[in-house]
């Protein structure tokens, strides 16, 4: 069995700030990771997702996640927010054998933006 | 291309009344997955099925049944509502199993 534990329930950031939002997984068998985004009234959009290779992995909107096997941890960076950052970011992971099959979620946590 | 489309957006039932929720996943995926979000928690697993078939289901009870049609839509069905059952239903669609597309959901209010 997986679970994933998100370690903050909120961050509140300024504008232009950095942020790591942090996501740490346990499971018995090798994983796939994601990142997922929910804006206010909307469904989820993949963020990234880490299948195998480099461990460091970007989206085209400036997030990266570094996968960190040792550590158990899939944690998201941005360099730098803007307001329309402001959102929920959920961490998933699947197991590898397991092709289509369920992905287990993190509880969530809430990027706030302030300028 | 459409996403994934789901219907109805918003729904109220009373307790002890069925609902139906809908999914048409996008054009070629085949395997289509039910989760349900309660208010402040990440999305909870129901159902997956592909090619017509269940694949996995989730700790939820027998009130919950679903079923993927042959041009893989999907409805989800809850039986003998509860309040508890009250939540943002996310249908997901995938056809590589590494990529799955949400979408917008369902907001069910059981009163």
């Known amino acids: 069995a997986q679970s994933v534990t998100q370690l903050d329930s909120q961050v509140p950031v300024f504008e232009e700030a950095p942020v790591e939002l942090r996501c740490n997984y346990s499971?018995?068998?090798?994983?796939?990771l994601f990142w997922y985004v929910q804006y206010p009234n909307q469904g989820l959009q993949l963020l990234l997702k880490?299948?195998?290779?480099?461990?460091l992995v970007e989206s085209i909107n400036g997030f990266e996640a570094e996968f960190n096997k040792s550590q158990t941890s899939f944690h998201l960076r941005k360099p730098s927010v803007h307001i329309s950052d402001t959102a929920e970011y959920f961490c998933?992971?699947?197991?590898?054998?397991?092709?289509?099959?369920?992905?287990?979620f993190g509880q969530g946590t809430e990027l706030s933006v302030k300028p | 291309d459409a996403g994934v489309t789901q219907s109805p957006t918003h729904l109220i039932k009373t307790r002890g009344q069925h609902v139906t929720l809908r999914c048409s996943p996008i054009s070629g995926h085949k395997s289509v997955s039910w989760y349900q979000q309660v208010l402040g928690q990440g999305p909870q697993f129901i159902f997956q099925?592909?090619?017509?078939?269940?694949?996995g289901r989730g700790n939820f009870p027998d009130r919950f049944s679903a079923r993927q049609f042959p041009n893989y839509s999907s409805e989800l069905n809850v039986n003998a509502l509860l309040l508890g059952d009250s939540a943002l239903y996310l249908c997901a669609s995938s056809t590589d199993s590494y990529g799955y597309t949400f979408g917008s959901g369902t907001r069910l209010t059981v009163v």
């Open positions: 998933a992971v699947r197991a590898r054998w397991n092709q289509g099959g369920k992905l287990i």
């Open positions: 880490y299948l195998s290779g480099s461990t």
């Open positions: 499971s018995s068998v090798s994983v796939y």
């Open positions: 099925y592909y090619e017509k078939e269940e694949r």
